[in-house]
């Protein structure tokens, strides 16, 4: 599964008693710096991918072939290198839910935005964790999560409309299946992929409608649940 996020997702990184800099854009640089940046970055989305976003960024530097401070100079913030190596993700994670909402047919596009978040998840252990943790200073962050979040249950709305999603589906049950899904990720990327698509297959079978007795009541789950620190004793 995703690695759960840091409890602290934006802390710091530490840097000099000065203060951090702020992060570089990544027009205007020489070239040097720029494919500094670039090995950085490509650096941190394998890291990522393999253990999630809690990986030490001292890690992350050396797989990249920098100094620590190179990486300080670009990136100040864990939480601003995490929101830019998942830059892309985020773009095809909005992608998928337009594209579910302007689907004609509303249980497919229900089911196509299911199976898109789920092989997410299975190939890449930090997209789900940095998606859905707090970040201070990422402000994309939230309203990406608010507008999922509004968006996911308009398909909910529109798939039971159709009379082919069972009337008792509950948005938060949205959650119950990521939380599921992350419990068949494992080591090997490709058990993973199997594992989860068998899941949700199962799943989306069992949230059709059909004559079943009524479920229990759904739990006050929301998207920010599924990561959140468990408290400690």
Partial sequence: MPARSSRKPGRPLPVSTE???????????????????DRILEAAREAFAMQGIDVP??????????????????????ASLVTEAFAAQMADCVAALDDALADPDPWRGFCSVIEKVCVM???????????????????????DRTRAERGLAQLVQR????????????????????????????????????????????LLQSFRTAPTEPLPPPAPLGLQHIHQPQPTH
């Fill in 19 to 37: 203060g951090p800099p702020p992060p570089a854009p990544s027009t205007g640089l020489r070239a040097d710096a720029r494919r500094n940046r």
């Fill in 57 to 78: 960024i001292t890690a992350i530097a050396r797989r990249a072939g920098v100094g620590a401070a190179t990486l300080y100079r670009h990136f100040p913030t864990r």
């Fill in 121 to 143: 998840q299975a190939t890449d252990r930090g997209f789900t964790a940095a998606f859905l943790s707090q970040f201070p200073d990422a402000v994309d962050y939230e309203r």
């Fill in 159 to 202: 798939a039971k409309d159709t009379g082919r999603l069972r009337a008792d589906f509950h948005p938060a049950d949205l959650t119950l299946l990521v939380l599921a899904n992350s419990g068949v990720v494992g080591e090997s990327q490709q058990v993973s992929l199997a594992a989860s698509r068998r899941l949700t297959a199962y």
